[in-house]
């Protein structure tokens, strides 16, 4: 009367899940303070990828570009890449010394 009895007890379910639980406990308020510093590098390769831009377009017609739309008319770059994750957060501009930064 013997039965080969595969599968897991509850009080061991219980117990890995009690251990998933306690992991996320500890790793979700780690990682929400965390996208703060991704967000910001993000920006910072934005800015370098944008700033490149410009100085290619400055290669190739001898001056800079008069904003950054011109670059997005003429195909440099994409319409989102003139701003960091919010339309709000725009990218500064310097049409003189062609130099692009953070607000």
């Excluded at 290619?56 to 570009?65: A, G, I």
């Excluded at 994409?78 to 725009?90: A, D, G, L, V």
């Amino acid at each position: 009367m013997l039965k080969n009895q595969n599968g897991f007890t509850l009080v061991e379910m219980l117990v890995v899940l009690m251990i998933v639980s306690v992991l996320m406990i500890l790793i979700i308020p780690n990682l929400g303070s965390k996208s703060q510093d991704v967000q910001s590098k993000g920006c910072e390769a934005l800015v370098s990828v944008v700033q490149a831009q410009v100085d290619t377009f400055y290669l190739e017609n001898n001056k800079y570009p008069s904003d950054l739309q011109e670059l997005v008319v003429k195909k440099y770059i994409k319409e989102n890449q003139t701003y960091c994750s919010s339309e709000e957060n725009s990218l500064n501009y310097n049409s003189s010394t062609g130099v692009v930064n953070v607000p």
